[in-house]
């Protein structure tokens, strides 16, 4: 086996790229075949993923967070490389779910909206307003621990519901969001249990409507959901399927895995089985137990 990393130096504010020297000392010790890739500009771990995964005995690392990874996924999508992670974002989303798996080797489902494949969730409302307006934040003078938090307050105050039309159990229907996320994974925001039952391998969209909810009602549910009891609530609505297609009639944005896309018209699919993933050699592994592992 071939054993590429692929790592984004930009990842947590460098995180990933000072891992290097670790790496590599890690492959010499286990005598591993490798070849480290660090991406140059957005979107260049696609191409590169693309040109390795097509053999069957590579092994690709995405070092770095969840979009880093989304990249990856994107670019090894219909190859035939495996599909591993060295967490060294600030969110690992999909790694912390996959760290509780105790398969080394096994299939996993994708998603996809529209265009764009992904692993974790794609959402839309008030959450994905929050991951679009952590860019606004960062141009202030705040510091880096708080910009989420900042960002959390400014889409709060500017908080409106969205009017989604959408087919769920194949009937068409009109209706209010605060959120809509469809989840193949059971985490997102760095944490967030949104869907706690979820499986990575049943070949089913955990997909959530939370109603039109006032301000006063925000905290309630947002509180909820941090401790994964969100499906509790009247406001909660969950649903089980393998595909989806909604409609907004103003242009919204939707978080893919913590990158941005814009629309008002989405179809979400699910693959069943799509992509082989593995722990990685047990050098990689003893890696992040020690340096990464949250």
Same mark, same amino acid.
């Given at each position: 086996?071939?054993?590429?990393?692929?790592?984004?130096?930009?990842?947590?504010?460098?995180?990933?790229?000072?891992?290097?020297?670790?790496?590599?000392?890690?492959?010499?010790?286990?005598?591993?075949?490798? @070849?480290?890739?660090?991406?140059?500009?957005?979107?260049?771990?696609?191409?590169?993923?693309?040109?390795?995964?097509? =053999?069957?005995?590579?092994?690709?690392?995405?070092?770095?967070?969840?979009?880093?990874?989304?990249?990856?996924?994107?670019?090894?999508?219909?190859?035939?490389?495996?599909?591993?992670?060295?967490?060294?974002?600030?969110?690992? /989303?999909?790694?912390?779910?996959?760290?509780?798996?105790?398969?080394?080797?096994?299939?996993?489902?994708?998603?996809?909206?529209? /265009?764009?494949?992904?692993?974790?969730?794609?959402?839309?409302?008030?959450?994905?307003?929050?991951? =679009? =307006?952590i860019t606004k934040m960062k141009q202030l003078s705040i510091p880096s621990s708080l910009v989420y938090k900042?960002?959390?307050?400014?889409?709060?105050?500017?908080?409106?519901?969205?009017?989604?039309?959408?087919?769920?159990?194949?009937?068409? @229907?009109?209706?209010?969001?605060?959120?809509?996320?469809?989840? =193949?994974?059971?985490?997102?925001?760095?944490?967030?249990?949104?869907?706690?039952?979820?499986?990575?391998?049943?070949?089913?969209?955990?997909?959530?409507?939370?109603?039109?909810?006032?301000?006063?009602?925000?905290?309630?549910?947002?509180?909820?959901?941090?401790?994964?009891?969100?499906?509790?609530?009247?406001?909660?609505?969950?649903?089980?399927?393998?595909?989806?297609?909604? @409609?907004?009639?103003?242009l919204v944005v939707c978080n893919v895995d913590g990158e941005i896309i814009r629309g008002n018209s989405f179809?979400?699919?699910?693959?069943?089985? @799509?992509?082989?993933?593995?722990?990685?050699?047990?050098?990689?592994?003893?890696?992040?137990?020690?340096?990464?592992?949250?």
């Amino acid at each position: 086996m071939k054993h590429i990393f692929i790592v984004n130096p930009t990842s947590a504010q460098g995180k990933a790229k000072m891992m290097v020297p670790a790496i590599e000392q890690c492959c010499k010790e286990a005598k591993l075949d490798y @070849q480290i890739v660090i991406t140059k500009k957005p979107k260049e771990a696609i191409s590169i993923a693309r040109f390795f995964g097509k =053999n069957q005995d590579h092994v690709l690392y995405s070092v770095g967070g969840d979009g880093t990874l989304l990249e990856v996924v994107n670019g090894l999508v219909g190859g035939n490389g495996y599909l591993s992670v060295i967490p060294a974002g600030s969110g690992n /989303d999909f790694y912390r779910m996959m760290k509780q798996e105790e398969r080394p080797i096994h299939k996993i489902d994708i998603g996809k909206v529209n /265009d764009t494949y992904f692993l974790n969730s794609a959402s839309i409302g008030l959450d994905a307003e929050v991951a =679009n =307006n952590i860019t606004k934040m960062k141009q202030l003078s705040i510091p880096s621990s708080l910009v989420y938090k900042a960002s959390i307050l400014y889409s709060y105050f500017h908080y409106h519901p969205i009017t989604i039309t959408h087919d769920i159990e194949n009937q068409l @229907q009109k209706q209010d969001v605060t959120i809509f996320t469809v989840c =193949n994974g059971k985490f997102y925001g760095g944490g967030f249990p949104i869907a706690p039952h979820a499986q990575i391998d049943d070949g089913m969209f955990d997909i959530y409507l939370a109603d039109a909810l006032t301000k006063v009602q925000i905290p309630g549910l947002l509180y909820k959901l941090t401790k994964g009891m969100h499906e509790t609530s009247s406001k909660v609505h969950k649903y089980q399927s393998d595909h989806i297609s909604i @409609q907004t009639k103003d242009l919204v944005v939707c978080n893919v895995d913590g990158e941005i896309i814009r629309g008002n018209s989405f179809r979400f699919q699910l693959f069943p089985r @799509q992509l082989t993933y593995c722990e990685g050699h047990p050098k990689m592994k003893q890696l992040i137990k020690e340096k990464l592992s949250k």
